[in-house]
């Protein structure tokens, strides 16, 4: 699914208009879907029940009103509230406007600051009765802190939502700004948006992600070939995109045709990394996995994996890989297809050299995490010229690590940095947290919808490094294996969570977990992210 910026959309809705859909036809249908959408909310049908629409002076404010009178229309006891006058009012909401006042819809207009407005009791009263509140203030061109009367209005909002009462969001919430998800002030917290013609990328990314609630989409009847030729800034995972990305399996296939991927991991103290890894290469479907370890751990992973290879490699006194493994892996390497490197690996000096001296001659694609990237703080050149395809994949603070940055400044500006990276260094950047990141050197973005809290614990993240790992043996490019695996680790998290809650879940979770996302995958039963509702959908 496509992920527009404001300016996108802007020139998508203008492409819609001059194929024949004009802005007021736009609105009504955005307003029918908003109404659609608001019988799937508890405490619907709305029939005789009180209902507060707040309105903005711009193409927001004209969807609300289209709102209030189709709910009216429905003998709902609809109050709109309207930010500013009716004078101030252009284009098609002020069409909508007229037509709400036709009907018959009590319309509050607020002509000074909530302070001083003269019917601030009957507004916080009818918010106080209201069994739905539709938050139609704000759009996409949202910039900065939202203040002043919005302000207080969306105030009044949130508290209503905190007393239980659901809030409707149209395109995305009042407050949040859609290029980026950024809150600078304050927003509508939804319990359901409904984002009109094509999604935006301030939709899937925190704190905007969280505070949509469920979203839904409603294309308005727009031609579906405009959408697929406008230009978006990312693309949200879906499903089908995984389905279409993972490799075809030949009836007559053997284990040579599934690829053999090299682990490098593990240290005294984290041999469960590595072993994590390990399976999740050949649970992607891998044909064949050698993990490459200190050798007096050989014995403990040797017991603790039965289809994965063990290799035991010179090590420091310390049980961690020695600068002497380096000749041992370049063979093992060899005879391999992918190599994943750097779950448990520690930061002895001498693994680090090892890493440092490993990257350069590698002539196979690499898939670098935890302490692999950590020997290339201030190294990171060695990703740059690379001949094979690399995927780094850090988490906040290995990425601060790598670029002297701090976490708080990395996620500060997740999608830039990812940008920056990939094309700085010409490898596909895997950044982890809520809502994954993938990017490649090209530009593309992808964001990865699925996921939970409950994913937030030790050695998930080498799952994820050893799928990757077992996508790129079988034949799928760096970037969507990454994407896939991205996709899959985190369905297999929320099957987990769904069964064993997230407070329960661990990173072996994900292993006993991962045959029911590629099913749910490959079937068509994974959820789509954003269904589509309205008529015109």
């Avoid at 044909?287 to 751990?297: F, K, T, Y």
Wanted: hydrophobic share 50%.
């Amino acid at each position: 699914m496509k992920l527009f910026s404001a300016a996108g959309m802007r020139a998508l809705e203008q492409a819609a208009i001059a194929a024949g859909l004009p802005g007021v036809e736009l609105m009504a249908r955005a307003g029918a879907a908003m109404v659609e959408a608001a019988g799937r909310l508890p405490g619907g049908p709305w029939a005789g029940r009180p209902v507060v629409v707040l309105c903005g002076r711009g193409n927001n404010g004209g969807d609300g009103f289209v709102v209030a009178r189709l709910l009216h229309d429905r003998d709902a006891s609809v109050t709109a509230v309207l930010a500013g006058t009716a004078a101030e009012l252009r284009g098609e909401a002020a069409h909508h406007f007229a037509l709400a006042g036709r009907a018959g819809v009590p319309i509050v207009q607020l002509d000074r600051p909530w302070a001083d407005f003269p019917g601030r009791p009957q507004v916080e009263q009818a918010l106080a009765a209201a069994t739905l509140v539709v938050d139609a203030l704000l759009g996409t061109g949202v910039s900065g802190p939202v203040t002043g009367l919005v302000a207080d209005l969306v105030a009044l909002a949130n508290a209503a939502q905190a007393r239980g009462t659901p809030v409707l969001a149209v395109d995305l919430p009042s407050g949040v700004e859609s290029d980026t998800g950024r809150v600078a002030g304050a927003a509508v917290q939804a319990d359901l948006t409904v984002t009109m013609i094509a999604a935006k990328l301030g939709l899937a990314l925190p704190p905007g992600a969280w505070l949509a609630g469920e979203v839904l989409l409603a294309p308005l009847g727009v031609p579906p070939e405009l959408v697929a030729r406008a230009e978006a800034v990312a693309t949200l995972l879906q499903p089908e995109n995984v389905r279409s990305w993972l490799p075809f399996r030949r009836l007559d296939a053997n284990k040579g045709d599934f690829g053999a991927v090299l682990t490098l991991a593990g240290s005294v103290g984290m041999t469960g990394a590595a072993y994590l890894t390990a399976q999740a290469a050949l649970r992607a479907g891998a044909g064949i996995v050698r993990l490459a370890i200190p050798a007096s751990l050989n014995d403990i992973l040797e017991a603790k994996t039965t289809e994965v290879i063990t290799v035991p490699l010179p090590e420091t006194p310390g049980r961690t890989l020695s600068r002497q493994a380096l000749g041992p892996a370049r063979e093992l390497a060899a005879r391999s297809t992918v190599v994943v490197m750097g779950p448990g690996l520690s930061r002895d000096p001498q693994t680090q050299d090892f890493v440092r001296d490993f990257i350069p001659e590698l002539a196979l694609p690499l898939v670098l995490d935890a302490d692999g990237l950590n020997a290339l703080a201030g190294d990171t050149d060695l990703l740059a010229g690379r001949p094979a395809p690399t995927v780094i994949t850090p988490h906040p603070g290995e990425m601060g690590r790598l670029l002297g940055l701090t976490a708080a400044q990395v996620q500060e500006d997740r999608v830039g940095i990812c940008r920056r990276v990939a094309e700085q260094y010409g490898c596909v950047v895997v950044l982890k947290g809520a809502r994954t990141l993938v990017a490649e050197p090209g530009g593309e973005l992808l964001v990865n919808p699925t996921g939970n809290p409950g994913m937030a614990s030790g050695g998930t993240g080498d799952v994820l490094s050893g799928m990757i790992g077992g996508l790129i043996s079988q034949g799928l490019d760096a970037f969507r294996a990454a994407g896939a695996a991205v996709y899959l680790h985190g369905l297999a998290g929320d099957l987990a969570a769904a069964r064993l809650t997230g407070y329960c879940l661990i990173a072996g979770d994900l292993l006993r977990y991962l045959p029911d996302a590629f099913r749910a995958v490959l079937e068509g039963t994974a959820p789509a992210a954003y269904p589509v509702v309205g008529a015109e959908g």
